[in-house]
């Protein structure tokens, strides 16, 4: 994952260590089970004086900001979340296209 400004790491040249921008991430100091987010902005990023981690919800809204050391963030490989947009349980294992969600041929 590149930053916006091309490059691949810190201001100073050096690889930057997970997160990085783009990256899909839990944050655990949101809310009781935490939230997921989209990395869009990085502690010292060039041209930024940001001091932290900056995400936004998949798809757009509020940002906010988390601890420059990623302390409270997760790797969303590495924690079960639901898909986007649906609640656990919601539709029966195995009984997707009979709920009428991505029925083959078909875009949801």
Not at 22 to 46: F, M, N, S, W, Y
Not at 53 to 70: F, K, N
Request: glycine share 18%; charged share 15%; net charge negative.
């Amino acid at each position: 994952m590149t930053t916006s400004h091309g490059g691949a790491g810190t201001a100073d040249g050096r690889p930057r260590p997970w997160p990085q921008l783009g990256d899909l991430v839990l944050d655990t100091a949101r809310g009781e089970t935490g939230q997921v987010g989209v990395i869009v902005g990085v502690p010292g990023e060039e041209g930024s004086d940001w001091l932290t981690y900056h995400l936004q919800p998949p798809g757009g809204g509020e940002e906010w900001s988390a601890a420059a050391d990623a302390s409270t963030l997760q790797s969303v490989s590495d924690v079960a979340v639901p898909p986007l947009g649906i609640r656990a349980g919601a539709i029966p294992a195995g009984d997707a296209t009979a709920a009428g969600a991505c029925a083959p041929g078909k875009l949801a």
